[in-house]
C-alpha cells in the first residue's frame, strides 16, 4: 500500500487501486472526465519519482521529462508526492534588470533571481504584480548560470497589465514571478527529425529559446523559422536570425510580412499559410507553434491533417486557456 501526499496531507492508495480512485474516495478536488485515460483531464505531476510508465501512456515526450501522468492510470508502487494542475503556483521575488525596446511595440524585459532558477526555455511563467493582477509570458533565454529569465512583450493597446510593464516598470523593480509551465520545448531526442517552427507577434520569444535549445544540443535534423507579422517594423531579431542561418547550415530563416508593403528579403505572407503551402506533408516532422490564440488553434488541426502527429505537435499552453495571451 503506497501513501499519496498533496500539499502535505497524506492518503493511503488501498490495493487495487488507481490514484484518481484515491483521490475522489478521499474528496479531493481534481478534475476528471472518462477515468480510461482518453480525455487527459485528470493530468497531475509527480514531484519526487517517476511514475510508472503505464500512467504516461499517451502523453507527450515533454510532459513525460516532467513527470507528468495520469491520475487514472497509475497504481502507485512506491510513495508519491503530487501537484494537481490547478493548484496555486508558487512565486518568488525578482528583480528586473533590462528594460528596453525591441522594436517599436515589444518589450525586452529581463528579470534576475538570487538563485538558480529551473526551467526549459519556451516554458511560460506568471508575471504578478503588487495588487494580485498577472499576466502569463513565454521564457525566450535558454537557462544559464545567470539566473535570469527573459521576455518578449507586445504592447496591446488598452492592456492592463502590458501597458503597465512598458511605461510603469523600471530597471531596479521587484516582480513576482510563478515557477514555470508548459509543454512547449525541446528535448534532444530523435536529433535527426525536422523540425518546424511557426510564430507570429511575440510568439518568437518562445520559439528562439526552442531554436536556441535545439541547435545547442547538436541537432542535425532540418530546423525551419516562420516568423510572421503585420508589417516589418513589428518584426524583431531578423539580424539575429539570419546570422544564425549564415551559421547553421540546417537552419532555415522564413520573415513573412502579411501587409501590402513586402520588402525584397522578406516573404508575402501569413506565417503559418506559407509554412503550409511550402510543406503540405509533415509526416515525421516536429512542429512547435506559438502566437495569436486563433492562429495556434487552427494550425493544430491543419498541421494534423497535413501528416504530423499530435504528439509532435507543440503549443504555447496558456496561449490556449488564457483570453488576453497577446499582451
Not at 503556483?89 to 522594436?103: C, D, I, P, S
Not at 511605461?167 to 508548459?182: A, C, I, L, T
Request: proline share 4%; charged share 20%.
Amino acid at each position: 500500500m503506497s501513501t499519496v501526499t498533496i500539499a502535505e496531507k497524506n492518503y493511503e492508495c488501498q490495493e487495487g487501486e488507481t490514484i484518481l480512485d484515491t483521490l475522489l474516495r478521499e474528496n479531493v478536488d481534481i478534475s476528471y472526465i472518462c477515468k480510461v485515460g482518453s480525455c487527459q483531464t485528470c493530468l497531475v505531476r509527480s514531484t519526487n519519482c517517476a511514475p510508472p510508465a503505464a500512467s504516461q501512456a499517451g502523453l507527450k515526450d515533454t510532459q513525460k521529462a516532467q513527470n507528468y501522468f495520469l491520475a487514472c492510470r497509475c497504481h502507485p508502487i512506491q510513495d508519491m508526492t503530487l501537484k494537481l494542475t490547478d493548484q496555486a503556483a508558487f512565486y518568488r521575488e525578482g528583480t528586473v534588470v533590462t528594460h528596453k525596446m525591441l522594436n517599436r511595440n515589444t518589450l525586452l524585459l529581463r528579470v534576475l533571481f538570487s538563485d538558480a532558477f529551473e526551467f526549459h526555455a519556451g516554458q511560460f511563467v506568471n508575471l504578478q504584480r503588487a495588487d494580485g493582477v498577472m499576466r502569463s509570458y513565454s521564457i525566450t533565454n535558454i537557462p544559464q548560470e545567470s539566473n535570469i529569465l527573459e521576455f518578449h512583450i507586445r504592447r496591446l493597446t488598452g492592456g492592463v497589465f502590458s501597458e503597465w510593464l512598458h511605461d510603469k516598470v523600471k530597471v531596479g523593480d521587484v516582480m513576482n514571478v510563478s515557477e514555470p509551465r508548459g509543454h512547449c520545448f525541446y528535448l534532444p531526442e530523435r536529433r535527426e527529425q525536422g523540425l518546424i517552427l511557426i510564430g507570429t507577434g511575440s510568439g518568437l520569444a518562445p520559439l528562439e529559446g526552442i531554436l536556441t535549445t535545439a541547435l545547442k544540443a547538436g541537432h542535425t535534423g532540418t530546423i525551419h523559422l516562420f516568423h510572421g507579422c503585420r508589417t516589418v517594423d513589428d518584426l524583431y531579431r531578423i539580424d539575429e536570425m539570419r546570422a544564425l542561418a549564415a551559421q547553421y547550415e540546417n537552419f532555415f530563416y522564413t520573415p513573412c510580412v502579411s501587409g501590402r508593403n513586402v520588402p525584397e528579403g522578406f516573404t508575402g505572407g501569413r506565417a503559418n499559410e506559407v509554412a503550409l503551402a511550402q510543406f503540405p506533408n509533415l509526416k515525421g516532422w516536429r512542429v512547435f507553434l506559438c502566437g495569436h490564440p486563433e492562429m495556434v488553434n487552427q494550425m493544430k488541426w491543419q498541421t494534423f491533417m497535413q501528416g504530423a502527429a499530435m504528439l509532435d505537435i507543440y503549443t504555447d499552453a496558456f496561449v490556449l486557456s488564457h483570453a488576453p495571451v497577446s499582451e
